[in-house]
């Protein structure tokens, strides 16, 4: 059987973070896993390249369009070959025979009365590459995905025919498993309920893209980056040219964010009927990592670098952590002390602590060789028939795209096994001459070590190889068919000694790096009285609290400025009561800029002050107008 997989192409408009790493592993760990199970995938990932924001970033570093998005899109690829993902094929936007394909679809497209010309007026997103018509904007002016100004543009376009396909949608939404998690289908469904508008596909205030095929006094008109985007999940198999890979097609599962889901799920669908293609399978939906819940941004300083992480605590360490920490579809929290403590409890405690006393018994009571007759695991059997019970639950999770919940349920059998050792205690076993006893028990533990690693390597490949390699196992599908599809046993084992497989982290390590960085950001961070005044801080009241859904962290705050209402959202829900907040003066860091929360618009920061225990707002000490500036 065949499988594609996709990530996202990604926009080359800065290095990417810890939230292109996330979908890039979930890809990974799909086709790993379902190579294990003998399936022949095609995984796909890449950079989108053109567009009027690549075009005026490239400018603000005084390049030219090509040469500033190779550098980018070679620091994507990098990052992939350090994590050693196990891609096919890595697209560029800017390649010649993707570019053929896009021109062929939009001639297609044409030939079929699904676009026509005009002329578009309304907001534009620069940086979201974006239109919104004026039902979907929330504050005038402002983007409603990412809280920037928008642009009002009016110029000729070409329309892709959107509306028409608006039942069609709605009917293939309806029939069809194609959404991971449910929830955002619903989304989806409420949104194409509302009414499709027909989609401008064109753009004339720009060069940077990839120009329509069409009459001479039409060439400056570039293509959409979305339609040209999109379409490279099938001009990398080859679509519009010899199409030797379009047979992978059939059985596409694809990895978004949440952020790009309207594109991925209305436009893109749309554009393969209209073409007459097949639709995807499955489109897996990820939520964002946050830090300390806020979206992670260049300009607020937070956003996180993979590679550090991984430098620090391990590639496969960081892969277990973000597949196991949130549940699929959800936001989470990042932090290095929640890494720290995975490490150390469920890999070095659970995993490790169970490879290590194996291995330390097998040594220590028979050399490291390991031999019995079959009969000998009878008297596990109750311990087997549980083990076998969760290994073949497995696949469930990952049907469902719930890796959490996978590895939650593969640690019960490392939980398991050393209970067992605990149970049994091999040692006394020895001291009563029950040797035959206690080499049964390992060989029980062994094979639960080669299933349990076997399981493992979608998420943990490098330490999972590590682990098989003791018992010299390979992580192939035959093996993987042998030890857990078959539910078989090797009886004959001759083991090779291994170090810590994961050592523990001591968090002095990470207190110790934080001081350190403390210290740096304290030396590059003094500013003078001219950065002091960029900074507009105000007193407002409070008028409404309330919190915000899906978070324990956040509030949603009316403030009133005196000639100026505003919304804020703080991470303050933890330490105040929305009803205690009412009437309290405080201070607000006014001219920052707006940007969206868990669905919610936030302009401007309440100053507070944390110690080691608490959160406490700045307030004046007496009662002082709406609107005061802090000076």
């Given at each position: 059987m065949k499988s594609f997989i996709t990530t996202p192409i990604y926009y080359v408009n800065d290095i990417p973070h810890i939230g292109h790493a996330y979908t890039t592993l979930l890809a990974d760990m799909l086709k790993r896993y379902q190579k294990l199970k003998g399936m022949e995938v095609f995984m796909l990932t890449g950079t989108d390249e053109h567009g009027q924001k690549i075009e005026q970033s490239a400018k603000n570093k005084n390049q030219s369009p090509q040469d500033y998005v190779d550098s980018i899109s070679l620091k994507f690829k990098d990052l992939w070959t350090y994590f050693n993902i196990d891609y096919d094929r890595f697209i560029r936007t800017t390649e010649i025979k993707h570019k053929m394909s896009v021109q062929k679809a939009f001639e297609k497209m044409q030939a079929v009365g699904d676009i026509y010309k005009g002329e578009y007026e309304?907001?534009?997103?620069?940086?979201?590459?974006?239109?919104?018509?004026?039902?979907?904007?929330?504050?005038?002016?402002?983007?409603?995905?990412?809280?920037?100004?928008?642009?009002?543009?009016k110029e000729e376009s070409y329309f892709f025919a959107l509306s028409k396909y608006q039942d069609r949608l709605l009917?293939?939404?309806?029939?069809?498993?194609?959404?991971?998690?449910?929830f955002r289908k619903k989304e989806v469904i409420n949104f194409i309920e509302n009414g499709l508008s027909d989609l401008s596909?064109?753009?004339?205030?720009?060069?940077?893209?990839?120009?329509?095929?069409?009459?001479e006094k039409d060439s400056f008109h570039v293509i959409y980056v979305w339609l040209d985007a999109l379409l490279n999940y099938i001009s990398a198999l080859g679509w519009g040219d010899n199409e030797n890979n379009m047979e992978f097609w059939g059985e596409a599962h694809q990895f978004i964010g949440k952020d790009i889901l309207r594109f991925h799920a209305i436009y893109w669908p749309a554009f393969l009927m209209s073409l007459g293609l097949e639709l995807p399978k499955r489109?897996?939906?990820?939520?964002?990592?946050?830090i300390e819940g806020i979206k992670m941004s260049k300009s607020l300083g937070n956003v996180i670098n993979p590679k550090e992480i991984a430098e620090s605590f391990g590639k496969d360490c960081l892969r277990y952590f973000l597949m196991r920490e949130v549940s699929f579809g959800q936001d989470g929290d990042f932090s290095k002390l929640a890494l720290i403590n995975r490490i150390n409890s469920d890999l070095a405690n659970e995993l490790g602590n169970l490879l290590s006393r194996t291995l330390g018994m097998a040594e220590k009571y028979f050399t490291?060789?390991?031999?019995?007759?079959?009969?000998?695991?009878?008297?596990?059997?109750?311990?087997?028939?549980?083990?076998?019970?969760?290994?073949?639950?497995?696949?469930?999770?990952?049907?469902?795209?719930?890796?959490s919940r996978y590895l939650e349920e593969l640690w019960k059998v490392f939980g398991l096994a050393n209970m067992m050792v605990a149970r049994y205690e091999p040692w006394v076993l020895m001291k009563n001459g029950q040797?035959?006893?206690v080499q049964s028990l390992l060989?029980?533990?062994?094979?639960?070590?080669?299933?349990?690693?076997?399981?493992?390597?979608?998420?943990?490949?490098?330490k999972s190889a590590e682990i098989l390699d003791v018992f010299s196992i390979k992580p192939e599908s035959n093996m993987y068919d042998f030890f857990i599809t078959q539910n078989k046993f090797i009886l004959n084992l001759e083991l090779k000694k291994i170090g810590a497989i994961f050592p523990k982290v001591e968090i002095e390590i990470l207190q110790e790096e934080q001081k350190q960085e403390s210290n740096l950001k304290q030396q590059d961070q003094l500013i003078d009285i001219a950065d002091f005044k960029k900074l507009d801080i105000?007193?407002?009241?409070?008028?409404?609290a309330e919190y915000v859904s899906k978070s324990n962290k956040l509030l949603k705050l009316k403030l009133d400025f005196g000639m100026y209402q505003r919304q804020v959202i703080s991470g303050i829900a933890q330490h105040y009561l929305p009803d205690s907040l009412i009437g309290k003066q405080v201070c607000v860091l006014f001219n920052l800029k707006p940007v969206k929360l868990m669905g919610e618009m936030s302009e401007g920061m309440i100053l507070t002050a944390k110690d080691k225990d608490s959160l406490r707002l700045i307030m004046p000490e007496m009662p002082v107008q709406n609107g005061s500036v802090i000076s």
């Open positions: 309304g907001h534009y997103c620069i940086s979201c590459e974006s239109y919104f018509t004026p039902s979907q904007i929330q504050i005038q002016g402002k983007c409603p995905d990412c809280g920037r100004e928008m642009q009002i543009i009917e293939w939404l309806n029939n069809n498993d194609c959404i991971y998690p449910a596909i064109t753009r004339t205030s720009f060069e940077w893209g990839i120009p329509i095929p069409t009459q489109l897996y939906v990820h939520g964002w990592w946050l490291l060789k390991l031999n019995i007759n079959e009969q000998s695991l009878n008297e596990f059997s109750q311990e087997n028939t549980e083990f076998n019970k969760i290994l073949s639950s497995l696949d469930e999770w990952i049907d469902k795209m719930q890796p040797s035959e006893r060989v029980l533990l062994c094979n639960i070590l080669i299933k349990g690693a076997l399981a493992l390597y979608p998420i943990m490949p490098e105000r007193i407002a009241t409070i008028l409404e």
